[in-house]
């Protein structure tokens, strides 16, 4: 039997297609071609638009052309890997590929690989592997930390990375890239393809993903000439707060967020933070109890039978509506949600358009998103938001580059397998876009550091992980060191997990232990949309039993707090100025104008041209606030900056609050700014030392550096179900910093946890960008008699670490009828 020709199989293609009722869009096919042409690149699609099939349908047309009597013989060894960023995904995929395989008559099996998978059909996959492998980036190092790993992967001939764009801004990409730099040594014909929805910098992804194979591989770019419509329709409330804060509007507008969910066949509510998902879900219920039964909560913390029980009924539409985070971000293809919900704002454009997409699903359907604000101003967002979709603007995805924690994880990974060559293995490690740069010295480092512990550690045996033997392969010999070292492997680190289980045993899901620390036996709290009281801690498990009171704490998880984009901080300043000039233009600016004109009467809108500080004295003292609208952790590092430079001019101390739009510098004693802006106080000069000057940057490293002792291996995070108190790993990790900063201070992983801190948290980039432009703008100093609109909400946030929930609000009332007082 022949092979068969191309278009003869691009027409096995359509006529799949035809079946099914549907037609393959022009991108589809053009993927179809490029890839039977032997190309790798990056398919470039909306959420729905059918871009799983775009790159699956050409795998298998490919093992057709190459096994003219596939219907016939036993397909045998491992033909394809599907790398999916998050494990939710990889059961959608399983099943649309197994459609498609059962319809082209191939007897291809089909295996899933992830953290969920048992430990028996983990090993049965390893003597006989699936033809399609679905799994996570960790399960691929995991797969390469697998003796003999080269007859496993030996008849591989294609990957595809789903999702590229989420991988790309984390330490996952890093160790993506180094997982492909063995593979396309083993196998010079690999085809790489991501999957990837739209990013401001798609060509620095294809070079990410290919390394230094985009100069010797056919590559392309494919984009999906497909205009996903868009609608964003803003749940407006009937009055405006004229002096708002965060999170009090959005719980005020249940009641019209409950007509949405009843009116529509299903629907996704988009939390920000996992605690927020919590109060959400409860209080939906409180105020429309007919919805119990039809409602259901999914974040990442809650167990994954739980999870898996709310996507299936979402699917099978048992359930209208599911209150849900990130968890749902991504391509689980659930057709029948009518309408997404956003509470909050989502803080990046891309993000929003991502969960738009989860409606209309479909080709050519209108994904609508209804916009719940928390606080007033964030209607404003909600205008930047819809602007920045119809222009086209969406955030770059900045990669990590000399991760060299990835990188020591890594060299153990394959010292733990068969061993590796330290000559050919910088080699591949070369030719990643992340270690393009790393030179022979830095390389050296790498390998006395796992095998002697470095110059620091070289005393301990512990850190003498990796043996270079005599055949001149560098090995792992130890079976403790490999066990520990396969429980390790993955970049993703956070705070240490508590289990939440019954009495009985049933788990519940995991919260971050600093939480179940502040908790004493009889507590009640609020998880997984059930009031639990506290029973007893042992070891790392929090033992609970249902309780009828209706109050409890509710969970918060550290980092929740999603930074505020370049692409949209900079429309959020284009419709603040816009709802001074031209508040009609939209319903949301409309809405604001009594906030609008009660700021201008009594400091001033700015306009794009102009910077605004505000100046007054309170009972609390004297308050300085700044409005750049760059978002809270733009203003951390500004905020810090300018509190240093004034108090270079006059000896001073600051309290600081900040939230998106603006930050604030209290004092007890008058400020010197206008000696500060003639002395430039924004200028650039010499920011890198005023910076640290400013910060703390040594408390902010050892912040970092935490992670970054875990992922390389210096801290042991324990067994399952012994894993070590957070306390310990803070202080091993801190004790690190210490060592290396005293005794090695040219340590790679060191020097790493500053350069993360200017770069990923400072922005330093961003930073001096954001001071070019105020230098540029008329400053316009307003020095008010009181509080403003503005200024409120920051004050509000400074307010709120010192109070309980109920004192807060008390507090509140009082300041604003104060401030009402006209």
């Known amino acids: 039997m022949e092979r068969m020709k191309k278009q003869a199989l691009i027409n096995l293609g359509t006529e799949w297609f035809a079946e099914k009722g549907w037609k393959p869009f022009e991108f589809q096919l053009e993927t179809w071609d490029a890839y039977l042409e032997g190309f790798s690149g990056i398919l470039n699609a909306p959420t729905g638009s059918g871009k799983t099939y775009a790159l699956l349908i050409p795998i298998l047309l490919d093992y057709i052309r190459c096994n003219p009597k596939y219907a016939e013989e036993k397909a045998e060894g491992m033909n394809a890997i599907w790398i999916t960023p998050i494990r939710a995904l990889a059961r959608e995929i399983s099943l649309a590929s197994e459609r498609a395989i059962e319809a082209m008559g191939l007897a291809w099996q089909v295996g899933i690989r992830s953290g969920d998978t048992s430990t028996s059909v983990r090993k049965k996959q390893l003597t006989n592997p699936p033809q399609l492998l679905i799994t996570t980036p960790e399960s691929l190092h995991l797969l390469l930390a697998s003796k003999g790993y080269r007859n496993f992967f030996g008849n591989l001939g294609t990957i595809v990375i789903d999702e590229w764009h989420e991988l790309m801004g984390s330490k ?405 100025a816009q709802s001074r000039e031209d508040a009609y233009a939209e319903p949301e600016l409309e809405k604001l104008i009594p906030l609008t004109e009660l700021q201008d009467r009594r400091s001033h809108v700015p306009l794009i041209d102009e910077f605004l500080i505000e100046y007054f004295q309170s009972s609390e003292g004297y308050h300085l606030l700044f409005y750049p609208f760059e978002g809270r952790y733009i203003h951390e590092g500004m905020s810090a900056l300018i509190a240093w430079r004034i108090a270079q001019i006059k000896p001073i101390s600051f309290t600081i609050a900040m939230n998106d739009y603006g930050f604030e510098l209290l004092s007890d004693a008058p400020i010197p700014i206008e000696e500060a802006l003639e002395n430039e106080l924004f200028n650039t000069i010499d920011l890198s030392a005023d910076i640290q000057a400013s910060v703390n940057s040594i408390e902010l490293a050892k912040r970092r550096f935490r992670d970054i002792a875990s992922i390389a291996g210096l801290v042991f995070k324990g067994y399952p179900g012994r894993e070590k108190k957070d306390k310990y790993l803070q202080s091993s990790s801190q004790l690190f910093f210490e060592v290396f900063t005293d005794y090695e201070p040219d340590n790679l992983l060191l020097r790493q946890a500053f350069e993360e801190v200017f770069v990923f948290q400072l922005d330093e980039t961003r930073l001096r960008t954001a001071l070019d432009r105020i230098q540029f703008q008329k400053i316009i100093l307003s020095q008010p008699e009181k509080a403003t609109p503005y200024s409120f909400p920051i004050i509000v946030d400074r307010t709120r670490e010192k109070l309980s929930t109920e004192r807060l609000a008390d507090r509140i009332r009082k300041m604003k009828l104060a401030l009402e007082r006209e």
């Open 172 to 576: 996952r990409a890093v160790l993506a890239e180094l997982a492909l730099s063995r593979l396309k040594s083993l196998l010079p014909a690999l085809q790489i393809w991501g999957i990837s929805a739209t990013i401001g910098n798609m060509d620095q992804a294809m070079s990410v993903l290919l390394g230094s194979g985009e100069s010797t591989m056919p590559n392309k770019i494919i984009k999906a000439d497909i205009q996903k419509k868009i609608e964003v329709v803003t749940v407006l409330p009937d009055e405006i707060e004229k002096f708002p804060w965060s999170g009090h509007l959005g719980i005020h507008l249940l009641s019209k967020v409950v007509p949405i969910i009843q009116q529509s066949g299903s629907t996704l509510i988009f939390t920000n933070t996992r605690a927020m998902c919590e109060i959400w879900y409860q209080r939906l219920l409180d105020v429309a109890p007919d919805l119990a039964g039809l409602l259901a909560m999914h974040h990442g913390s809650i167990s994954r039978e739980i999870r898996d029980w709310v996507e299936q009924s979402l699917h099978s539409e048992k359930i209208k509506a599911v209150v849900c985070t990130s968890s749902l971000d991504l391509g689980v293809d659930f057709r029948p949600v009518e309408s997404i919900i956003q509470i909050g704002s989502p803080k990046g454009v891309a993000r929003f358009i991502q969960r738009a997409g989860r409606s209309g699903h479909q080709p050519n359907a209108v994904s609508r998103i209804y916009f719940v604000p928390t606080h007033s101003l964030e209607l404003i967002e909600s205008c930047a938001l819809r602007q920045a979709i119809d222009d086209g603007q969406v955030e770059e995805r900045i990669p990590y580059v000399r991760s060299f924690d990835v990188l020591a994880q890594y060299l153990v990974t394959l010292a733990v397998s068969d061993g590796f060559d330290a000559v050919e293995t910088l080699e591949e490690v070369r030719s990643t876009f992340s270690f393009a740069s790393i030179s022979e010295a830095e390389w050296q480092w790498l390998l006395n550091f796992i095998v002697t512990g470095g110059k620091a550690l070289h005393q301990y045996n512990e850190y003498q992980k990796v043996r270079r033997d005599p055949d001149g392969l560098f090995r792992v010999h130890d079976r403790k060191i490999s066990l520990r070292h396969r429980l390790s492997i993955g970049t993703i680190v956070g705070e240490t997990s508590m289990i939440i289980q019954y009495q009985r045993g049933k788990r519940i899901g995991t919260v971050e232990e600093w939480f179940i620390a502040q908790l004493r036996p009889g507590d009640t709290f609020w998880f997984a949309g059930k009031s639990l009281e506290l029973i007893r801690v042992q070891g790392m498990t929090a033992e609970v039993k249902k309780s009828k009171k209706k109050k409890g704490k509710v969970p918060s998880w550290l980092g929740g707090r999603i930074p505020l984009s370049s692409q949209l901080a900079q429309y959020l300043r284009l419709k603040v």
